[in-house]
């Protein structure tokens, strides 16, 4: 199945000041397979090693010798390491000495193409003293599957390539709203996708969800030895039911304290398994100048997996009426969006979304989303349909001045001009399932 990541990657092949790679992201997001698949689509020789399973003695010596290390893994995997040779690290998380030792290839041997892999890197980096090497690599963050790409494994590239170039006919808008049902149901995570693409079967999908939480659940041991497995499960599985709502620990699980519960909140985020939307407020340029730590609304890692948290049958799915917007649907569709704006640049930066939220006056107010696009703050409300009200999109607009904002729904492209107050601006109505547009807008 084709990802996006491929083209990152064949821009990193062709630089002539390339660094070494590292791909963050959660585990099953497909971090191995998109290298395996890049290499093999691109004729490149890959020396695969697996750093649970392969030890090499030169990445753990006191001095360490670069061309020690090269020898030995010609030695070991009997090839030789060449210009059309990708050597790729997985599971690099296991050895960290060996993250902090990438910056030898850049400062040696800059001409021999290295990606790294790993899970839980912030978490086992944290734990340790071993650092990024900051300046010397480069960093992919890989998330799930998005809505174009799963339409590409389904055999649907066309309807892809124009929800991409912001094209879509109106013709195709119901059909489109079918298959971002299925993709609620699916998700974007790998395994699932191909499952389903393989098979035909949502009861597939079903299944390969039940076995990714389990293995999230198997690594909580590698978290924190100081925090009980039990508690790290219990805010885990209580975290899906506070999803876009302003984070209060206590509530999260009232019998632990809530600095206990704020490290495992932590904990989670640093695994990719939620992403963070902090309170920003939204006066000045870049947004993170006005940036709250201590507010913030939580987003899980993948629909699909939030779907088999919530036990969310197919019929269940398959019967929402987007347009009566209910609260499950309603917030199925604020995650579809998150996870797509949280890797919306491309991979180049880490998972974080922004949001707005005023409630310490008489006009409580709280904003979805705000992202920064060409030098502009534009605000995101999400709307399962078009008749959801916008107060809180008039509050901001009219407060900020700001002069474009976009509303997600069921409904197809349109424009508006907005008076609130004394301020008019542009309201885009954009269909839910083009989000992914705005990369290119």
Not at 268 to 277: E, G, H, K, Y
Request: charged share 30%; aromatic share 12%; glycine share 4%.
């Amino acid at each position: 199945m084709y990802r996006y990541a491929e083209e990152f990657l064949k821009k990193w092949c062709s630089q002539k000041d390339r660094k070494p790679l590292v791909i963050r992201g959660a585990r099953q997001v497909g971090k191995s397979t998109v290298v395996r698949n890049f290499s093999k689509n691109n004729k490149y020789e890959l020396i695969e090693i697996n750093l649970e399973i392969t030890e090499l003695k030169s990445f753990q010596a006191k001095t360490f010798v670069i061309e020690d290390l090269i020898q030995e893994i010609e030695i070991k995997f009997k090839t030789q390491v060449t210009n059309k040779s990708i050597i790729f690290f997985d599971e690099i998380q296991a050895l960290p000495i060996a993250v902090e030792r990438l910056r030898y290839f850049y400062e040696k041997i800059p001409h021999v193409k290295v990606i790294a892999a790993g899970s839980l890197l912030e978490i086992i980096l944290n734990q340790s003293e071993i650092s990024f090497p900051v300046g010397r690599i480069s960093f992919y963050h890989l998330g799930p599957m998005t809505f174009t790409e799963f339409l590409m494994a389904i055999g649907q590239k066309k309807q892809a390539e124009l929800i991409l170039k912001n094209k879509v006919p109106d013709y195709l808008h119901d059909d489109l709203l079918k298959e971002l049902k299925k993709f609620y149901y699916i998700g974007g995570m790998p395994k699932a996708v191909f499952n389903y693409q393989q098979t035909n079967s949502l009861l597939a999908a079903r299944e390969t969800q039940r076995d990714i939480i389990q293995t999230y659940i198997s690594d909580f041991p590698k978290y924190n030895q100081r925090v009980k497995l039990e508690r790290i499960e219990n805010v885990f599985s209580r975290l899906s039911f506070h999803l876009g709502q302003k984070v209060i620990y206590q509530k999260v699980d009232p019998d632990y304290r809530s600095i206990e519960i704020k490290k495992i909140v932590q904990l989670l985020i640093d695994a990719r398994l939620f992403t963070p939307a902090y309170h920003v407020d939204a006066t000045r340029l870049p947004m993170k100048s006005g940036l709250d730590l201590d507010i913030l609304k939580l987003y899980h890692l993948d629909i699909g997996l939030l779907n088999y948290f919530f036990k969310t049958d197919w019929d269940d799915i398959l019967n929402f009426d987007f347009k009566t917007d209910p609260k499950m649907i309603g917030l199925l569709t604020e995650q579809f969006i998150s996870q797509h704006l949280a890797y919306n640049d491309n991979g180049l930066e880490s998972p974080e979304l922004f949001y707005w939220l005023r409630d310490k006056s008489i006009q409580k107010a709280e904003l979805d989303f705000i992202i920064q696009k060409n030098k502009k703050m534009i605000p995101i409300e999400v709307k399962s349909s078009k008749s959801g009200h916008l107060k809180s999109l008039l509050y901001f607009c009219s407060e900020k001045k700001n002069k474009h904002a976009i509303r997600f729904s069921t409904e197809f492209f349109s424009d508006e001009k907005v008076k609130h107050k004394d301020h008019i601006f542009n309201l885009s109505t954009w269909p839910i399932y083009a989000v992914e547009g705005l990369r290119n807008d």
